[in-house]
Nanobody, 124 residues
Framework: QVQLVESGGGLVQAGDSLRLSCAASGRTFGGAAMGWFRQAPGKEREFVAA?????YYTESVKGRFTISRDNAKNTLYLQMNSLKPEDTAVYYCAADRETWSSGSYSRPDKYDYWGQGTQVTVSS
Protein backbone atom coordinates (compact mmCIF):
# COMPACT_ATOMS: atom_id res chain seq x y z
CA GLN A 1 0.00 0.00 0.00
CA VAL A 2 1.40 3.35 -1.04
CA GLN A 3 1.53 6.01 1.65
CA LEU A 4 2.73 9.60 1.71
CA VAL A 5 3.20 11.05 5.18
CA GLU A 6 3.91 14.74 5.66
CA SER A 7 5.59 16.22 8.70
CA GLY A 8 7.27 19.43 9.79
CA GLY A 9 4.33 21.80 9.96
CA GLY A 10 3.71 24.08 12.89
CA LEU A 11 3.01 27.56 14.19
CA VAL A 12 5.66 30.14 13.38
CA GLN A 13 5.97 33.91 13.12
CA ALA A 14 6.23 35.88 9.92
CA GLY A 15 9.77 35.76 8.60
CA ASP A 16 10.52 32.37 10.12
CA SER A 17 11.38 29.17 8.27
CA LEU A 18 10.02 25.63 8.21
CA ARG A 19 11.00 22.49 6.36
CA LEU A 20 8.27 20.08 5.40
CA SER A 21 9.01 16.44 4.70
CA CYS A 22 6.98 13.86 2.85
CA ALA A 23 8.04 10.28 3.44
CA ALA A 24 6.85 7.79 0.84
CA SER A 25 6.39 4.08 1.42
CA GLY A 26 5.01 1.18 -0.56
CA ARG A 27 6.92 2.06 -3.72
CA THR A 28 9.68 4.35 -4.88
CA PHE A 29 9.06 7.63 -6.69
CA GLY A 30 12.57 8.41 -7.83
CA GLY A 31 11.60 8.92 -11.46
CA ALA A 32 8.14 10.36 -11.02
CA ALA A 33 6.90 13.88 -10.56
CA MET A 34 6.12 14.93 -7.02
CA GLY A 35 4.62 18.12 -5.76
CA TRP A 36 3.37 20.23 -2.90
CA PHE A 37 -0.06 21.78 -2.76
CA ARG A 38 -1.77 23.80 -0.05
CA GLN A 39 -5.30 24.60 0.97
CA ALA A 40 -6.35 27.49 3.16
CA PRO A 41 -9.76 27.57 4.89
CA GLY A 42 -12.51 28.37 2.44
CA LYS A 43 -10.20 28.20 -0.55
CA GLU A 44 -9.44 25.65 -3.22
CA ARG A 45 -6.33 23.53 -3.12
CA GLU A 46 -3.55 25.37 -4.92
CA PHE A 47 -0.24 24.38 -6.43
CA VAL A 48 2.91 25.34 -4.56
CA ALA A 49 5.85 23.51 -6.14
CA ALA A 50 6.77 20.43 -8.12
CA UNK A 51 9.88 18.50 -9.00
CA UNK A 52 10.58 16.17 -11.88
CA UNK A 53 13.24 16.90 -14.48
CA UNK A 54 13.16 20.45 -13.21
CA UNK A 55 11.59 22.39 -10.38
CA TYR A 56 8.45 24.45 -10.70
CA TYR A 57 6.95 27.03 -8.36
CA THR A 58 3.89 29.14 -8.09
CA GLU A 59 4.76 32.82 -8.41
CA SER A 60 3.99 33.74 -4.82
CA VAL A 61 6.65 31.42 -3.38
CA LYS A 62 9.46 31.87 -5.87
CA GLY A 63 12.66 32.89 -4.13
CA ARG A 64 11.29 31.83 -0.72
CA PHE A 65 10.48 28.12 -1.07
CA THR A 66 12.70 25.32 -2.36
CA ILE A 67 11.48 21.86 -3.31
CA SER A 68 13.92 18.96 -3.23
CA ARG A 69 13.96 15.20 -2.98
CA ASP A 70 16.19 12.50 -1.58
CA ASN A 71 15.57 9.43 -3.71
CA ALA A 72 17.66 7.23 -1.42
CA LYS A 73 15.27 8.08 1.41
CA ASN A 74 12.20 8.21 -0.84
CA THR A 75 11.43 11.58 0.70
CA LEU A 76 10.27 14.91 -0.66
CA TYR A 77 11.05 18.21 1.04
CA LEU A 78 9.82 21.77 0.98
CA GLN A 79 12.08 24.36 2.55
CA MET A 80 10.03 27.45 3.33
CA ASN A 81 11.81 30.67 4.20
CA SER A 82 10.55 34.18 4.87
CA LEU A 83 7.12 32.83 5.69
CA LYS A 84 4.15 35.16 5.44
CA PRO A 85 0.70 34.97 7.06
CA GLU A 86 -0.76 34.26 3.61
CA ASP A 87 1.24 31.02 3.53
CA THR A 88 -1.01 29.67 6.26
CA ALA A 89 -2.66 26.48 4.99
CA VAL A 90 -2.67 22.73 5.16
CA TYR A 91 0.18 21.51 2.98
CA TYR A 92 -0.15 18.28 1.02
CA CYS A 93 2.43 16.30 -0.87
CA ALA A 94 1.48 14.41 -4.00
CA ALA A 95 3.08 11.90 -6.33
CA ASP A 96 2.48 10.77 -9.88
CA ARG A 97 1.97 7.07 -10.45
CA GLU A 98 3.95 7.06 -13.68
CA THR A 99 7.43 8.22 -14.48
CA TRP A 100 6.20 9.93 -17.63
CA SER A 101 2.64 11.14 -17.82
CA SER A 102 0.86 14.04 -19.42
CA GLY A 103 -0.65 16.95 -17.63
CA SER A 104 0.52 20.13 -16.01
CA TYR A 105 2.58 19.87 -12.85
CA SER A 106 0.35 22.51 -11.30
CA ARG A 107 -2.87 20.54 -11.67
CA PRO A 108 -3.96 18.25 -8.83
CA ASP A 109 -5.36 15.70 -11.29
CA LYS A 110 -1.85 14.90 -12.51
CA TYR A 111 -1.09 13.20 -9.21
CA ASP A 112 -2.33 9.82 -8.06
CA TYR A 113 -1.16 9.67 -4.47
CA TRP A 114 -1.70 12.22 -1.72
CA GLY A 115 -0.65 12.61 1.86
CA GLN A 116 -2.95 13.55 4.71
CA GLY A 117 -1.57 17.07 5.05
CA THR A 118 0.33 19.06 7.64
CA GLN A 119 -0.81 22.39 9.05
CA VAL A 120 1.36 25.45 8.64
CA THR A 121 0.27 28.56 10.51
CA VAL A 122 2.15 31.84 10.18
CA SER A 123 1.30 34.59 12.62
CA SER A 124 1.90 38.26 11.89
Amino acid sequence: QVQLVESGGGLVQAGDSLRLSCAASGRTFGGAAMGWFRQAPGKEREFVAAIHLNTYYTESVKGRFTISRDNAKNTLYLQMNSLKPEDTAVYYCAADRETWSSGSYSRPDKYDYWGQGTQVTVSS
